[in-house]
């Protein structure tokens, strides 16, 4: 397998964090998206999205969109949660956050590593932040009952999630006021073969 | 089962959708959610997320999501594609729908049927729109190869992304220049038990 790869990126670090864990080889393929290299014509030839991650999966057969290259990887794996409601739960979880989360922690981290904030995206990141605390929020009151998001044990849905919210104080996020999540985030850290964003 | 409900949704259509094609019998509870009515007290303890649809499966158990609920519903149905390939193709489509289509042409639709537009979202609108056309580009690319989304038949990955692109000139998008989408629209209206939106 191959995977098409951004080191910045959350959503890759997702695919680079379960292949570790799951012991399967693949090649990394760095894609530098500062750089456009996610909108050249060869790579939309395979994603015509523009958007890392990207998975080669067989040569010349694609999947795109982080949490459903989760998904893949993860069946028949202890990471997929079993049964009907756990599979369904695991989702719900994913598209919570690819929509209430990502757009908000993650942009927020990225135009603030990345750009120079011009009057209009200052006032975008207001709203963001607002709504990314919102989704913390959300992980807050959950987590403070359970130690993982689904059927207490670790699980793709545990990686959707930590891979943005590790790094939310690089958005400006404020963890203190999290202390569920935190300790979650610790949890996760500790799970075997655990690998850091930075991980080659 | 019940459904909390919101009738100028997309979102909850999807699942109104799948309930009525796969003939499972549920209540319908209306949530106006232009009267804050996901954001009261009694609903965020059903939802913390505070949004529609919401999908009450047994007494006091609750699913969010669109499209967590559509997998769930279609477990076991033809409306789940089969394969560890179909179900990831599924899932890529429907992650695609809510973080690519759903947050440019659904929120597009919403603000112009129901907000009077102020500068700042004036200026948002233009963003929404290219983006919303850019996501329409990439479903006019797969579908002028493919009848449906994912393995050549109509499935919940179609229902997903047909709920706002049906709807998409509600929110200023022209889709006089996406053939395969048009033709693709008319195939899903095509298909047996499809009721509108606006079924009651």
């Known amino acids: 397998m191959k995977l098409y790869d951004s080191a910045i990126s959350g959503n890759s670090y997702k695919c680079r964090l379960i292949l570790y864990q799951l012991q399967i080889p693949y090649e990394r393929i760095a894609v530098d998206i500062l750089r456009g290299e996610s909108r050249t014509p ?4 395979m994603n015509p999205n523009g958007r890392t991650p990207l998975l080669e999966y067989e040569p010349g057969r694609f999947l795109a969109e982080s949490d459903a290259i989760l998904w893949f990887l993860s069946e028949g794996s202890p ?3 079993d049964g ?3 599979r369904a739960e695991a989702l719900q979880w994913m598209f919570f956050e690819q929509y ?4 908000n922690i993650a942009t927020a981290r990225f135009w603030i590593q990345h750009f120079e904030l011009d ?4 006032k975008a990141l207001i709203g ?4 990314g605390y919102a989704a913390l929020g959300v992980m807050e009151q959950h987590l403070a009952r359970e130690p993982f998001f689904v059927g207490g044990r670790y699980s793709i849905a545990d990686i959707a999630l930590y891979a943005y919210t590790h790094v939310a104080g690089e958005g400006g996020f404020d963890l203190a006021g999290y202390p569920a999540v935190t300790a979650w985030l610790d949890r ?9 964003i ?3």
Chains 1, 2 share one sequence.
């Open 42 to 45: 060869e790579f939309l030839r």
């Open 128 to 131: 963001k932040t607002r709504l």
């Open 84 to 86: 009907r409601l756990g």
């Open 188 to 196: 996760v850290r500790a799970q075997p073969r655990h690998i850091p």
């Open 100 to 103: 209430s989360h990502e757009p």
């Open 119 to 122: 009057e209009a995206k200052r």
């Open 79 to 81: 990471l997929q949660p």
């Open 198 to 200: 930075t991980h080659p």
